[in-house]
């Protein structure tokens, strides 16, 4: 307890008297609004004491940094030791180009990749296939063999960055080619670092971006786990997202909810496909969105570790203390940019950045304003990233660590989107687990909810978004957009034919074959996918 | 009885992101019309084949991938090859304002980008089917 | 309106979706129309797909579709799904698991409101039945929600009625047995690799073990039809029972039971309509109702005195 009970007698007494009082002029001077709500709808008092507080036991809800429940955060410094990885997501048109812009982030002050990946290359499409007709190199890179690879990552070391490649149903392929081009380079794979996003079953939820079903590709999943816990240890194998859950529609309470359960579903599939909980779960690391709601998003970030801390602990019994801690990447959230008076967004963005800061993120991708509108260009990345720098260097919100810890506030949000995430959970067990929820359209239908109501929200005025339902003007339409060569799906048509053409087709065709069969059994498949993509 | 306008409201190429077709189609549905949801990653083909089975009064493309310029055209020629030229056609999404022109002289009646309120487009469809 | 008769039956699927919509918004031009046309139809086989929200009957009936093309055959499928009391309108999802059939062109698929029809649901699907029928479809397929009256009476309209369900709903095998089961012809466990299928299998076998027409038990087929799975069998016990429908001059009793039920329904429908003319929209109704409310007159005289405006009682 945080307070004795002669203390919170006191508070009691003086709440009564302030809120009578309050009442009583309220006839004359009216609030603004009849309820205030929070960005996710959620009801807010107009005061906060100790009284909201006093069922929190602050040594094992809250504690201290680096330690359980790791409400505080996971490390015992936080960014007084250093600051979060400021990760800029890019790519576009071919790997030449965007290896230029890694190479450009890299010299203003990017601290680790970002890869974007094409549509048709995060669904398994070659650059020539006719569903890709308009597609190659739209929203990422274009990756058909490893040559595209060698191309991307070419002049930067791979010992040395941090990449995160955003990729789901064929993440096992991407990161075998991220191996092999290491091993080009002279870098064995136990020296890198970075993270896949592999969260197939988000994109069945929200993302869309899905190949194979349900079971197969959470055995892919598992197998990644296992390959990596032995052979590229410092690799984070998953990236449970809750990003595009929220970018769906969801509410910060179902954001955190449902991408839980999913980590749950993970997890689950491990411990059955026979590896032990503690071999992987350090591995494993969350994603999640930054919206405008600050005090909100920082107690939703707080939930989540605390959350995870409990279920890791109790329910899958991990032992060590790294399998407990979340550790989580922020994007700011492109559902809340507009795309009207477009230079709002960067302090949408600031403020989004400050919430991710002071909830504890471990890595951050700032989106840049002209994101509603198109690719953003070199410059609007720049102020983006800029506003992380801000942020780091002259906010002083990373001196003290966890700083909004104690508000009264904070700490009751924190406590009750844990405890809303917690029913959404036991919600999805009762239907037998993420998978089940998913194929039952349970956690689709919810999301849909509450992105309608929120439309409708935002149609009745009730939600303001400045500059777009309030406070408009007359706008000429934006200039300068980026704009993706049209010339690049021919070129990578003819690049991938000639790929084709060149290889040992004999050796290609081998090595799918033993593939196939390394499938159809119960072995692990990333060895098989290693050598295929090598010929 | 009156006749409810129906709507196919369809997601061409490649990405994921349905929130903004969803919406839509549930706006649609409680302003009385009949909405026909097609699921991801349609070709035009597959858009205009169903749009003529289906005899809607308006197919409405969704698309955030980029492709907007190489695939709603291809829509519409499509359902002008297949008789369904008097369909009204519209498209919304994140598509930049440059490129409106081009889908228009393609035989977009209309595009509809980020922010715009549902009753914006209901208002449009009600106004511009063919009855 | 004789373009669309001459285009429909040249096979042009404009014209069959256009003239749905008619009977869909029952429009008057419907009738003479299919009056024309009637004698055209009778050669499709109408396969009826029913059960729960969530027994996956989309993706059997895409696949069933898929295998039955195998053959050549040309198929037709009509998807029913609920309107919103409301507003009157409807998001109709079904295509989204049959997308692959969209570029096919031996198959036609139409989703269809179970909206406030005058003369029911039912009445528009048979309509459309009839349409597709004309347009040259062999096989027809009609899947919707097997709940209420109007979409058992779908069903019921059917040659070959399938009942899907999935293993671990209790309350769907007490669904089943409080009078669904009656319409069921093949019975389908769908999902069937999870725990308590053949648990379900042995509970609906046992309960049409019970039936008192033992001339005809269905079959209970297993299949898994996301994975592709058990659809030949579902396939050859639709035949089977195809097969049993002709030989025991079964199918011919039921076709003229189906048409004795559409046009009694026809029938309601018309006379509803001309009710509703004679009745100033029904204003006599609320008239007369106030009557009886105030004790000037009673029921029965009053529909006397609204039967008299037909010229029936």
């Known amino acids: 307890m945080m307070f004795n009970e002669e203390t ?407 406590n009750e989107i844990e405890a809303k995430a917690m029913e959404y959970i036991k919600k999805i067990d009762d239907l037998g687990g993420a998978v089940a929820a998913i194929e039952k359209g349970y956690i689709q239908q919810e999301i849909m909810d509450s992105a309608y109501n929120y439309q409708k929200d935002i149609e009745a005025g009730k939600t303001v978004i400045v500059g777009m339902n309030k406070f408009q003007i007359e706008e000429q339409p934006p200039k300068d957009l980026l704009k993706v060569d049209p010339s690049v799906g021919e070129s990578m048509k003819k690049k991938t034919q000639g790929v084709r053409a060149s290889r040992d087709q004999a050796a290609t065709d081998a090595a799918l074959a033993a593939l196939k069969k390394a499938c159809e059994g119960d072995e692990n498949v990333m060895p098989y996918i290693l050598a295929a993509v090598k010929t | 009885m009156s006749k409810p306008i129906r709507v196919l409201v369809a997601k061409p190429g490649l990405d994921g992101h349905d929130r903004g077709a969803k919406v839509v189609a549930r706006a649609l549905r409680d302003a009385g019309m009949e909405v026909i949801y097609t699921g991801l990653r349609q070709t035009p083909e597959q858009i205009a084949n169903a749009a003529i089975q289906e005899d809607v009064d308006c197919v409405a493309c969704s698309i955030l991938s980029g492709a907007h310029s190489t695939l709603l055209p291809r829509v519409k020629e499509l359902l002008k090859e297949k008789g369904g030229d008097d369909i009204l056609f519209i498209g919304g999404g994140v598509i930049p304002a440059d490129d409106i022109p081009y889908l228009k002289e393609k035989g977009c009646a209309e595009v509809f980008t980020p922010g715009t309120p549902t009753t914006v487009t209901i208002d449009f469809i009600k106004a511009n089917v063919k009855k | 309106m004789d373009n669309l008769k001459e285009r429909l039956l040249n096979g042009e699927k404009r014209a069959a979706a256009r003239l749905i919509s008619i009977v869909e918004n029952n429009e008057d031009v419907d009738q003479i129309l299919l009056k024309d046309l009637y004698k055209n139809t009778g050669n499709a086989y109408i396969i009826g797909i029913t059960g729960p929200p969530g027994a996956g009957k989309s993706t059997l009936t895409d696949k069933l579709v898929k295998s039955v093309r195998k053959t050549g055959a040309s198929v037709g499928v009509i998807a029913i799904d609920p309107t919103s009391p409301f507003t009157g309108g409807a998001i109709l999802g079904d295509r989204v698991r049959m997308s692959d059939l969209n570029t096919d062109d031996g198959v036609f698929i139409r989703s269809m409101g179970a909206r406030g029809h005058l003369g029911g649901i039912s009445e528009a699907t048979g309509a459309a039945v009839d349409i597709l029928d004309i347009f040259g ?88 039809a996301a994975n592709n799975e058990g659809i030949e069998g579902v396939l050859e016990s639709i035949a089977k029972h195809k097969e049993y429908m002709l030989e025991s001059g079964n199918g011919f009793k039921r076709r003229v039971e189906n048409r004795k039920n559409s046009l009694m329904n026809l029938v309601k429908d018309r006379m509803t309509r001309v009710l509703l003319e004679k009745t100033t929209n029904g204003g006599m109704f609320e008239e007369l109702a106030q009557k009886i409310v105030a004790k000037e007159s009673d029921p029965y005289t009053a529909t006397d005195l609204i039967l008299g405006k037909l010229n029936l009682s």
Not at chain 1, 198 to 222: C, H, Q
Not at chain 1, 281 to 309: G, I, M, P, Q, T
Request: glycine share 8%; aromatic share 8%.
């Open chain 1, 8 to 414: 919170l007698k006191e508070i009691k007494a003086k709440s009564d008297e302030y809120d009578a009082q309050v009442a009583a002029g309220l006839a004359k001077r009216p609030e603004r609004l009849a309820k205030f709500v929070t960005g996710s709808g959620e009801d807010v008092k107009r005061l906060y004491t100790p009284l909201d507080v006093q069922n929190t036991n602050y040594a094992e809800e809250i504690g201290f940094p680096g330690e359980y429940p790791f409400t505080r955060g996971v490390q015992d410094t936080m960014y007084r030791g250093r600051f979060w990885t400021m990760r800029m997501y890019a790519g576009f048109a071919t790997a030449e180009a965007s290896n230029e812009r890694y190479k450009y982030l890299i010299a203003n002050g990017s601290m680790g990749l970002s890869v974007a990946m094409d549509l048709p290359t995060q669904i398994g499409y070659d650059s020539d296939d006719s569903l890709s007709e308009g597609e190659v190199g739209k929203v990422g890179v274009a990756i058909d063999s490893l040559a595209d690879m060698e191309i991307l990552f070419g002049g930067i070391d791979l010992g040395e960055v941090s990449t995160s490649m955003t990729i789901n149903a064929p993440a096992s392929v991407l990161l075998a080619m991220y191996i092999a081009v290491a091993e080009k380079q002279g870098t064995t794979a136990d020296k890198l670092r970075g993270t896949i996003q592999n969260d197939v079953l988000k994109e069945y939820i929200a993302r869309g971006t899905y190949i194979f079903p349900p079971a197969a590709s959470i055995r892919l999943i598992t197998n990644i786990f296992e390959y990596c816990s032995k052979e590229v240890p410092q690799w984070n194998t998953i990236s449970i997202s809750g990003y595009h859950i929220r970018e769906a529609g969801s509410t910060a309470a179902q954001e955190v909810g449902f991408t839980l359960a999913d980590g749950i579903a993970y997890v689950d599939a491990a411990i059955k496909a026979g590896l032990d909980v503690d071999s992987f779960a350090s591995r494993l690391s969350f994603f999640f969105n930054a919206h405008n709601d600050l005090l909100e998003e920082v107690a939703k970030y707080r939930a989540a570790r605390r959350l995870w801390a409990k279920i890791m602990k109790d329910r899958f019994k991990a032992k060590k203390s790294k399998s407990w801690s979340l550790k989580f990447h922020t994007q700011t959230g492109g559902s809340t940019l507009t795309a009207q008076q477009p230079e709002n967004n960067i302090v949408r963005v600031a403020i989004q950045t400050l919430a991710a800061v002071m909830g504890g993120t471990q890595s951050l991708h700032t989106n840049s304003k002209d994101e509603a509108l198109a690719l953003p260009t070199e410059d609007s990345v720049r102020v983006a990233l800029r506003t992380q720098q801000i942020v780091a260097y002259e906010s002083g919100v990373t001196n003290s660590i966890d700083p909004l810890a104690g508000s009264y506030f904070v700490e009751a949000k924190t």
């Open chain 3, 137 to 224: 479809c062999d096989y027809i397929f009609i899947e919707t929600v097997g709940v209420g009256q109007s979409e058992v009476d779908i069903v019921k309209a059917c040659d070959t009625t399938v009942l899907v369900s999935v293993p671990g709903l209790g309350d769907d095998i007490q669904a089943i047995k409080a009078g669904v089961m009656e319409i069921g012809d093949v019975f389908v466990i769908n999902k069937a690799d999870r725990d308590g299928a053949i648990k379900t299998k042995n509970e609906i076998a046992m309960m049409l073990e019970l039936k008192e027409d033992r001339s005809w038990i269905p079959p209970v087929d297993m299949t898994i």
